[in-house]
């Protein structure tokens, strides 16, 4: 609360999250390759598609490198 009594609200920016096919040709966002234990940062991936989902929430952006994975995301 500001001196002159007027309240200031801060949103938090959305959460970028990004996954990795398990190779690195082609990479635009990750230059590591993925693995389920990795904490979803562009430096250390997340390995599935399942994984980033299941860690962003509404307004986060989930970058998926191309590739082919072996999961059924619902």
Avoid: M
Avoid at 10 to 21: L, Q, R, T, Y
Avoid at 38 to 64: E, K, L, S
């Amino acid at each position: 609360i500001l001196n002159d009594g007027k309240r200031i609200d801060f949103v938090a920016p959305p959460a970028e999250w990004f996954v990795n096919d398990s190779g690195t040709a082609g990479d635009v966002f990750t230059s590591a390759v993925g693995a389920a234990g990795n904490p979803g940062t562009a430096a250390a991936p997340f390995a599935t598609i399942g994984v980033a989902v299941a860690a962003a929430a509404p307004g986060d952006v989930v970058y998926v490198d191309a590739g082919t994975y072996a999961e059924q995301v619902t």
